[in-house]
């Protein structure tokens, strides 16, 4: 056999934990996954298994972020055309459940006399039975330990928002569609953009940079989610049922975000228009457009506020800056531009939308913003500037340099420094949460889909004759390995271990269905359950 004779050849030969990876990831499993220690309190045996890093990323783990956005589209289906009210009628309490909230009350109760290192560890305490009654399926909040919070005090009147010029209906307790001929329940697919900025060539970039409205675009992008909120509430109104959604947020080639959403049931175009058309938010924070501070002449911290560089004059509070606030700050509205389409269910066009609505929830946002030339590069560091400045809430630290001392300010408050992603030159303002889908899409949480798709797996296999016994887990002690723990196998091994699983359980789908024929299922939604 040749041996490579250079060092270069050599080099060029892949790592061995790199052809490890390749092949996890050809078949579907995890390849970075974090271990758990399992040990079984009868037999006493301890075990190092793989668990999935679940992450929604490809280029952090493909086989997880497929299955991620898999998970995903099963979401966006289900409930697009939907032809019955998904049932939301709450489950009686459990015996665990109020035996839980007796315990919880009881320890409140001595919390609220205990003092000191006492009460610290109660309120461990309470906050671990908090934790528990949430896994048990509680929802809501509790009342708070430490008794109500004070409220911040209400707003005047005119600064409520004002009601947009639309018809108004009492919102029924529906979500679904009308059906037409007896059989079509038709849903929509909508696409909602931001306003103008200016012109901008194909590339996205504005054809003249220095009229460009980079300040508009930067408060637009950081209020898109409220806009679009007060978008649904808006509908929901002007239609008269309960409108549900399964959007996605992305950016468009100029960087501004856009929404596209499946729409359960039919609206008429007109009505989405003219919706969209009337709805805006305003901003009633203060003023903002003139920069106070600039360059090393900021803000600095003394006697627990932050006060002028020079005069020594504490900052305007925030509660002071907004009580004198007389008109919006911001008002953001759409774009005119609305795209509204009629999408039957189970149709190819249907899944077409759905692909397209999912297409980049693999990517982070910093990869799908990018700058492949100059122009746009220079147009993404316009943007940026104008970001850096822009507050993204009442506690961001860029208060300080307009002059205002933001919500929860303290030492360590740096004037001007927020670490809210809305000013990242990697995200350009678009927000974390990409995908919003409405309470009542499909009924379930993306954790009823995983079992769903758990249970068609193992039904599949059944069918031709693979069963795997549930192991009894009420025995199994499960635990996050300790960083540093000797015993912990590498991730190789694991990694190994976890695709020679996987092959075993191919071929045994392989053999079965010689016996008895039918089409392959999705194997890639076993890892849990062998695991
Ligand atoms: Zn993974
Ligand atoms: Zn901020």
């Known amino acids: 056999m040749d041996q490579p004779q250079t060092r270069a050849q050599r080099m060029r030969q892949p790592l061995a934990s790199d052809v490890i990876a390749a092949t996890a990831e050809q078949h579907g499993v995890c390849v970075r996954p974090f271990t758990m220690e399992v040990g079984d309190l009868d037999t006493g045996e301890l075990r190092y298994v793989p668990m999935p890093c679940g992450s929604t990323v490809e280029s952090q783990c493909g086989p997880c972020a497929r299955k991620a956005r898999a998970l995903r589209m099963v979401q966006c289906?289900?409930?697009?055309?939907?032809?019955?009210?998904?049932?939301?009628?709450?489950?009686?309490?459990?015996?665990?459940?109020?035996?839980?909230?007796?315990?919880?009350?009881?320890?409140v109760a001595t919390y609220q006399q205990a003092e000191g290192a006492d009460g610290d560890e109660l309120l461990d305490e309470i906050r671990s039975v908090d934790a528990e009654l949430r896994q048990l399926g509680m929802r809501g909040r509790l009342p708070n330990p430490e008794g109500p919070a004070t409220r911040t005090p209400k707003r005047s009147t005119k600064r409520r928002q004002d009601a947009p010029e639309l018809p108004?209906?009492?919102?029924?307790?529906?979500?679904?569609?009308?059906?037409?001929?007896?059989?079509?329940?038709?849903?929509?697919?909508?696409?909602?953009?931001?306003?103008?900025?200016?012109?901008?060539?194909?590339?996205?970039?504005?054809?003249?940079?220095?009229?460009?409205?980079?300040?508009r675009a930067a408060r637009d992008a950081v209020h898109f989610a409220a806009l679009v909120d007060r978008w649904w509430q808006n509908l929901r109104r002007v239609v008269g049922w309960d409108v549900q959604y399964f959007a996605t947020v992305e950016p468009q080639k100029r960087v501004a975000p856009h929404l596209h959403a499946a729409l359960r049931g039919s609206i008429p175009h007109e009505v989405l228009r003219a919706v969209t058309a009337a709805t805006y938010h305003q901003v009633w924070w203060p003023a903002h457009d003139e920069l106070v501070y600039l360059g090393d002449e900021?803000?600095?911290?003394?006697?627990?506020?932050?006060?002028?560089?020079?005069?020594?004059?504490?900052?305007?509070?925030w509660a002071e800056a907004?009580?004198?606030v007389?008109?919006?700050?911001?008002?953001?509205?759409?774009?005119?531009?609305?795209?509204?389409?009629?999408?039957?269910?189970?149709?190819?066009?249907?899944?077409?939308?759905?692909?397209?609505?999912?297409?980049?929830?693999?990517?982070?946002?910093?990869?799908?913003?990018?700058?492949?030339?100059?122009?746009?590069?220079?147009?993404?560091?316009?943007?940026?500037?104008?970001?850096?400045?822009?507050?993204?809430?009442?506690?961001?630290?860029?208060?300080?340099?307009?002059?205002?001392?933001?919500?929860?300010?303290?030492?360590?408050?740096?004037?001007?420094?927020?670490?809210?992603?809305?000013?990242?030159?990697?995200?350009?303002?678009?927000?974390g949460?990409?995908?919003?889908?409405?309470?009542?899409?499909?009924?379930?949480?993306?954790?009823?889909?995983?079992?769903?798709?758990?249970?068609?797996?193992?039904?599949?296999?059944a069918a031709v004759g693979i069963t795997k016994p549930e192991s009894d887990r009420s025995r199994l002690m499960w635990q996050k390995v300790q960083p540093g723990d000797p015993h912990q196998p590498p991730r190789d091994h694991l990694l190994?271990?976890?695709?020679?699983?996987?092959?075993?359980?191919?071929?045994?789908?392989?053999?079965?269905?010689?016996?008895?024929?039918?089409?392959?299922?999705?194997?890639?939604?076993t890892t849990a359950v062998a695991a």
Not at 84 to 95: I, S, V
Not at 496 to 506: C, G, L, T, V
């Open 77 to 107: 289906r289900e409930g697009w055309h939907l032809a019955e009210e998904p049932d939301f009628t709450p489950d009686e309490p459990t015996a665990d459940q109020t035996a839980l909230l007796e315990l919880r009350a009881d320890l």
């Open 326 to 431: 007389e008109e919006p700050a911001h008002v953001v509205t759409f774009g005119r531009q609305v795209h509204s389409k009629g999408i039957l269910g189970g149709s190819d066009e249907a899944g077409r939308h759905i692909g397209y609505l999912t297409k980049y929830l693999t990517k982070s946002t910093g990869e799908v913003i990018s700058a492949d030339t100059d122009r746009q590069r220079a147009h993404h560091d316009r943007l940026h500037e104008e970001l850096r400045v822009t507050p993204c809430s009442p506690r961001c630290a860029v208060w300080l340099l307009y002059g205002v001392q933001p919500l929860g300010v303290n030492s360590r408050t740096h004037p001007g420094r927020c670490k809210s992603r809305a000013h990242r030159r990697t995200t350009l303002g678009l927000p």
């Open 168 to 215: 108004r209906r009492r919102v029924e307790k529906r979500t679904l569609g009308r059906e037409f001929a007896g059989r079509f329940r038709p849903s929509m697919f909508v696409t909602l953009t931001c306003d103008s900025y200016g012109r901008v060539r194909d590339d996205g970039t504005p054809v003249d940079p220095g009229s460009y409205d980079y300040r």
């Open 433 to 461: 949460r990409r995908v919003l889908v409405s309470r009542k899409w499909s009924g379930k949480t993306l954790a009823d889909h995983r079992a769903d798709r758990k249970a068609f797996v193992l039904e599949s296999l």
């Open 496 to 525: 190994m271990h976890a695709i020679a699983e996987r092959i075993k359980w191919r071929a045994e789908y392989d053999r079965a269905l010689l016996a008895a024929q039918g089409p392959p299922p999705d194997l890639s939604a």
């Open 322 to 324: 907004l009580e004198a």
């Open 298 to 317: 900021l803000p600095v911290w003394e006697d627990g506020r932050f006060v002028d560089p020079t005069t020594r004059q504490p900052l305007t509070s």
